[in-house]
């Protein structure tokens, strides 16, 4: 068996590991995304479940039905691309199959001409009177070697018809498993369309009784805009007293910053479990479309009693309130958290603070609604603490 036979077989092998790893990893890949949004789609629809229960709850409702219908979009369109990967695949694994089949028969004729040949010659291959007979000693040793290197290029010819069906037998099965999670997955969506329907129509309803509390719901958002408002100087000449504190003072842990930077994207959620209903920039308002908020931060929608939680080790550099809201702001070098909406504080001002550990507990408003704002600041410059967190 030459080198020039065995190297189809060969490359065929390596692409073949190589493109199931690739792929291997992109479906795993999905999945943690596809287990992350299904997560979040249960954790929106427990909020929703208690906060229907109350009639003042009906903005409440429409922003997480909305962020709902955003989530199960996202999850239906990861679908898709867990089925073009596996449809690829398959295509793929098909064409390699009828590739390898068409060198299996190849090398078992081949396989069948050197028993021919091995029939015809069993005298001179198998007794020794081939070689001695040899004219000379270089011709007997000939002789030997054309022996040995034909029994070994049946041997070798053997062996390589049974790492092909090895290989043919590898790859139906992977494509007939393929197939099988294509079907599954194809239900899966199929049924996610249905409760997205579901979600779009339950959304419409609740926005035409929104639209129906027009007078009310515009005093509401001049309220929420104040207080938006209000919160942002007060964060903003807070941060500038940080920043110029910093500048003054040699202790803080400048080396602190390298390694928040260095968990960019591995940042713990700010609380046990949730789902963000407000993003970071411009948010429309879901009845009024020529209201739009900007925010600086992230809302995310928790459980009641729920606390919120430090992302990263630091210092609490400050604590303040606007009225009623309680805010608790952490250093981690030149970075900072700022966890807004709180009732009670468990941390005061200088505190040491580590990953994960309690800052204060999460207001439950009259509608029910249980909803902590986080923000993330670079020095004076404000983030999108989203793609922070893992």
Not at 18 to 28: E, G, L, M, P, R
Not at 113 to 135: C, G, K, Q, T
Not at 183 to 202: A, G, M, T, W
Not at 343 to 354: E, N, S
């Amino acid at each position: 068996m030459t080198k020039k036979n065995t190297y189809p077989l060969l490359l065929s092998l390596m692409l073949f590991i190589t493109t199931t790893i690739c792929n291997a990893q992109s479906i795993t890949n999905l999945e943690s995304k596809v287990n992350k949004l299904q997560g979040e789609i249960k954790t929106s629809q427990n909020l929703l479940k208690k906060t229907s229960k109350n009639k003042e709850s009906l903005l409440r409702e429409v922003e997480l039905l909305q962020t709902q219908i955003n989530k199960r979009t996202d999850l239906i369109n990861t679908y898709n691309k867990q089925i073009d990967i596996l449809t690829k695949e398959t295509k793929a694994y098909r064409n390699d199959i009828d590739r390898l089949q068409n060198e299996l028969e190849k090398n078992r004729r081949e396989y069948a001409d050197m028993l021919v040949i091995h029939y015809r010659n069993r005298d001179n291959l198998n007794n020794l009177l081939f070689i001695v007979s040899a004219e000379d000693f270089n011709q007997a040793v000939r002789r030997m070697r054309y022996i040995q290197q034909f029994n070994e290029m049946l041997k070798h010819k053997m062996t390589e018809i049974g790492n092909t069906k090895v290989e043919i037998k590898k790859r139906i099965d992977k494509n007939e498993a393929d197939k099988k999670r294509i079907e599954n997955l194809n239900n899966i969506q199929k049924k996610e369309r249905s409760e997205l329907n579901n979600d779009k129509k339950q959304l419409n309803d609740k926005i035409v009784k929104l639209k129906k509390q027009e007078r009310n719901i515009k005093a509401e958002i001049n309220k929420k805009q104040k207080e938006a408002k209000d919160l942002q100087a007060k964060i903003k000449k807070i941060i500038e007293e940080e920043v110029a504190r910093r500048k003054a003072d040699a202790s803080i842990d400048m080396n602190l910053s390298a390694t928040f930077e260095n968990n960019k994207g591995r940042l713990p959620w700010p609380v046990a479990s949730g789902v963000v209903t407000k993003r970071y920039g411009n948010n429309p308002h879901p009845t009024q479309p020529k209201v739009v908020t900007f925010n600086n931060g992230i809302d995310i929608a928790t459980e009641q009693g729920a606390n919120a939680l430090c992302v990263f080790d630091g210092q609490v550099s400050t604590i303040f309130n606007t009225g009623s809201i309680n805010v608790v702001m952490v250093r981690h070098g030149l970075y900072f958290t700022l966890y807004a909406n709180l009732d009670k504080v468990y941390v005061k001002a200088g505190d040491k603070v580590r990953t994960g550990e309690r800052l204060g507990l999460v207001h439950t408003s009259s509608d029910d609604s249980t909803t902590l704002h986080f923000e993330l600041w670079n020095d004076k410059n404000n983030t999108n603490p989203e793609g922070w967190l893992r």
